[in-house]
């Protein structure tokens, strides 16, 4: 019997994708089509998965009750472009198309890039250790984009949006800028370059990440324990780094999977319970706009914070997060 999911694939790739590829002459893309629409199926599979976990324990323990849902619904709206449409995209098209572009490029130059194995003999014969390692290395990458982001006024701007969400629940991982994806895509890509991920686990790493995220926003009264929270990271971590700071409060737990490099760089705090999340500076239609409402309402705040001043130098916190 074939793999229901090569089966839905081979389906959104002959009825979508190929007349799609077709009328925008891009019939180059035909042999790629097929493992982006199976990774848009893992997507939206995934999307099916984290509702299903997600959904029950935010009924079950919430943390917060809204009178309505209609901010929800523009995060749900989110996920769904992002995991069905840009991530199976980037992380598998594009990337494979880079990475075929610069191994060729680098075998004509006569090197072959270390990978990870080679430098690690130890990972050698062990694919699902290996696969943790990369994992591990890509939550190292994006703790420190993550924590930059909150220290630049510009990027500030931008990630905002993330940060505007009063109602968040587990769909609002997903809701960012496109141009704060962009700049997440090209440096978690890169990392990902660097040190040699096969093409076709890169979707597969960026699936396992992304699910955890996910959990880490969700309305729920949920802690893994003292110990749990700091292996994994936890609502209730996510949630601090979500919240509105008081006078002389520091932002804190930029971490997105593991809480390691939050405790070794001294921006781990576990001890902020049931904050108010938002940001108090956000403009209204980045707070309760549409989809577009909010990407237009991101980009005039870029150009505000473009003007006003360059950015903040290094070791520096921006205050009133
Ligand atoms: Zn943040
Ligand atoms: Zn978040």
Redesign the pocket.
């Known amino acids: 019997m074939q793999d229901p999911f090569d089966l839905a694939a081979g389906w959104l790739q002959e009825h979508l994708l190929l007349p799609l590829l077709y009328q925008v002459g891009l019939m180059q893309w035909e042999d790629l089509s097929y493992g982006w629409a199976l990774f848009a199926v893992y997507g939206a599979v995934q999307v099916a998965a984290t509702f299903a976990i997600c959904m029950p324990l935010e009924r079950w323990r919430p943390l917060e009750r809204w009178p309505d849902n209609k901010a929800v619904i523009v995060d749900m709206i989110y996920t769904v472009i992002s995991r069905v449409g840009v991530l199976p995209l980037v992380t598998f098209v594009l990337f494979y198309q880079v990475q075929v572009a610069l191994n060729g490029w680098l075998a004509d130059q006569g090197w072959v890039p270390p990978t990870l194995e080679r430098l690690f003999p130890a990972l050698l014969g062990r694919p699902l250790l290996t696969f943790v390692a990369y994992a591990i290395i890509l939550d190292f990458a994006d703790y420190w984009r ?1 924590r930059l ?2 220290r630049f006024a510009w990027w500030w701007a931008l ?1 905002s949006l ?2 505007a969400q009063k109602q968040m629940t587990f769909w609002s991982d997903d809701r960012n800028h496109l141009l704060d994806d962009l700049i997440a895509a090209l440096w978690f890509g890169a990392v990902a370059l660097l040190i040699g991920v096969p093409p076709m686990q890169f979707p597969l790493l960026v699936l396992v990440l992304r699910f955890i995220e996910s959990l880490s926003h969700a309305n729920a009264r949920l802690s893994f324990g003292a110990i749990g929270e700091r292996l994994v990271i936890s609502p209730r971590f996510h949630r601090a ?1 979500h919240g509105v700071l008081a006078a002389g409060q520091r932002s804190c737990n ?1 971490g997105a999977v593991l809480p390691w490099w939050d405790m070794l760089f001294r921006t781990a705090d576990f001890s902020r319970e049931k904050v108010e999340t938002g940001d108090p500076g956000a403009p209204e239609a980045m707070v309760s706009g549409g989809y577009i409402a909010q990407q237009v309402a991101g980009v005039q705040r870029l150009a505000r914070a473009a003007r006003r001043r360059p950015a903040a130098p290094i070791g520096r916190p921006r205050p009133a997060r």
């Open positions: 993550h982001s909150h990630h993330h940060h780094h930029y």
